[in-house]
């Protein structure tokens, strides 16, 4: 059982140009959220979805985009990145109903330069 | 809106010592309260949860919390800490419709 898998763990790109964060679960969670987690300030929410085809803005949504083509997957695109996108993102997954905290995956860390 | 708050951003303690970390929150309804824990270099990780019932929730590696609903808070504890401890932890919580709010992490660190 392999949770949540988050693709790529590192990755270095240079101001302006984009990329994707992959992240895909197994488990048939119908909620999944990107958060980025930076130094003092805990994780914070990027967008989510509740279901395939759904998805919505979190607290810092700003130049990021996402899709939820299918239960399994969710990625995260950054459109013209910036040194300020400079964090640890996570992909997490929870059920929908049941009071069920996020399973997490294991990160990517991205440094815009 | 959903906020969390960590009394301390750092905690150093010796091996064998108490511990207790602090979490409060603001939200008026119903609440599901998480605490994660987050290893050097790792993901986060559930420690435990409380969604109904009885106050006190006892969770994985010998922690336990305790919700109290006039206080607004949901206070992490272990009575013994290991050096395996050391680690961030995070408090977050939920409210009916709401999404996840993590509190900003509170280190803690276990000197051997």
């Known amino acids: 059982n392999a949770g949540v898998t988050q693709t790529p763990k590192f990755q270095v790109l240079k101001t302006g140009q984009s990329m994707t964060l992959q992240c895909a679960q197994d488990?048939?969670?119908?909620?999944m959220s990107w958060y980025r987690q930076d130094p003092g300030m805990g994780l914070r929410l990027i967008h989510y979805?509740?279901?395939?085809?759904?998805?919505d803005q979190g607290e810092v949504p700003n130049g990021y985009n996402v899709s939820r083509s299918t239960t399994e997957d969710f990625p995260l695109r950054l459109l013209s990145a910036a040194p300020s996108q400079t964090s640890v993102y996570f992909c997490?997954?929870?059920?929908?109903?049941?009071?069920?905290?996020?399973?997490f995956g294991s990160g990517t860390r991205l440094t815009v330069v | 809106a959903q906020s969390v708050s960590q009394h301390n951003h750092h905690v150093i303690l010796s091996e064998a010592a108490s511990l207790e970390l602090g979490c409060n929150y603001s939200?008026?309804?119903?609440?599901?309260l998480f605490w994660y824990v987050q290893y050097p270099g790792q993901h986060l990780q559930l420690l435990l949860k409380?969604?109904?019932?009885?106050?006190l929730v006892k969770g994985i590696k010998g922690f336990e919390a305790e919700f109290i609903k006039s206080k607004f808070s949901f206070n992490l504890r272990k009575p013994s800490v290991q050096w395996s401890d050391t680690a961030e932890y995070f408090c977050?919580?939920?409210?009916?419709?709401?999404?996840?709010?993590f509190g900003p992490g509170t280190r803690l660190s276990v000197l051997p």
């Open positions: 488990m048939n969670h119908e909620y």
């Open positions: 939200y008026g309804g119903t609440v599901n």
């Open positions: 409380y969604f109904s019932g009885d106050p």
């Open positions: 979805s509740v279901g395939a085809g759904i998805t």
């Open positions: 977050a919580v939920k409210g009916y419709g709401q999404n996840f709010v």
């Open positions: 997490a997954s929870r059920p929908g109903t049941g009071g069920y905290g996020y399973t």
